[in-house]
């Protein structure tokens, strides 16, 4: 389809392991964006890419989180050494600018053992 | 801190009555907001906004009413459906570009047949 793709849509792994998210925005949105959603929480910001400008990491927890968008496309959010604390859903979401309506792709539901 | 809050977790409604969910908010600079619609394993899809420069936006069954005195705005849904069953979030950019949304913890809204 044409909307954001996320993969894998369900990832399990244990504490300590590194993990790799997937996001495919919609074609010609130049802006990206990740969120969480803990159990029982609102969508938490993490970081967001806007066409070749630097991204805006303010909202990653530690340093254990990283990401990175090739080519203004694809991106990856990393987590190293990961915790019982990471568990919860990741969101992509993609906009044509910023200020726009985000468009969220279904998530990555990581569960840390 | 918490900018923008959904005090009631859950609300229940009989189809074809209105449900009205609440939304309030800190931040007297925010200009715009949006409302969010998550079904179960789905990523939140936009549902309507308004900016701060009107008091109400309609789109079908779906109106926004914002009350900037008061930091509040609701989402009216009349009439409601069983369809409509869903988590709702409320959500408003920040950020010196608007690019990200904090949200709401959000509420359940259940319509009954």
């Known amino acids: 389809g044409a909307g954001v793709s996320q993969s894998p849509s369900n990832k399990v792994t244990e504490k300590g392991k590194d993990v790799e998210l997937r996001c495919d925005p919609i074609?010609?949105?130049?802006?990206l964006y990740w969120y969480r959603q803990s159990l029982g929480q609102g969508l938490e910001f993490l970081i967001y890419f806007q066409g070749n400008s630097a991204p805006d990491k303010s909202g990653l927890p530690s340093d254990r989180f990283s990401a990175e968008r090739t080519g203004g496309s694809v991106s990856t959010l990393t987590i190293q050494r990961t915790q019982q604390e990471d568990s919860a859903v990741y969101l992509c979401a993609s906009s044509l600018q910023g200020y726009q309506p985000q468009h969220f792709g279904d998530g990555t539901r990581l569960s840390i053992l | 801190d918490q900018q923008v809050k959904q005090n009631s977790p859950s609300l229940s409604v009989q189809e074809g009555r209105i449900s009205i969910l609440n939304c309030d908010y800190t931040?007297?600079?925010?200009?715009?907001f949006l409302w969010y619609k998550k079904y179960p394993a789905e990523g939140p899809t936009f549902l309507i906004s308004?900016?701060?420069?009107?008091d109400k936006n309609e789109d079908g069954r779906f109106t926004v009413f914002l009350n900037k005195s008061a930091k509040h705005l609701s989402l009216h849904i009349v009439p409601s459906q069983p369809g409509d069953s869903a988590v709702y979030f409320c959500a408003a950019p920040v950020g010196e570009y608007g690019n990200k949304l904090v949200f709401g913890a959000g509420t359940i809204l259940r319509v009954k047949s």
């Open positions: 074609s010609g949105h130049t802006a």
């Open positions: 931040n007297s600079m925010f200009d715009y």
């Open positions: 308004i900016s701060s420069i009107k």
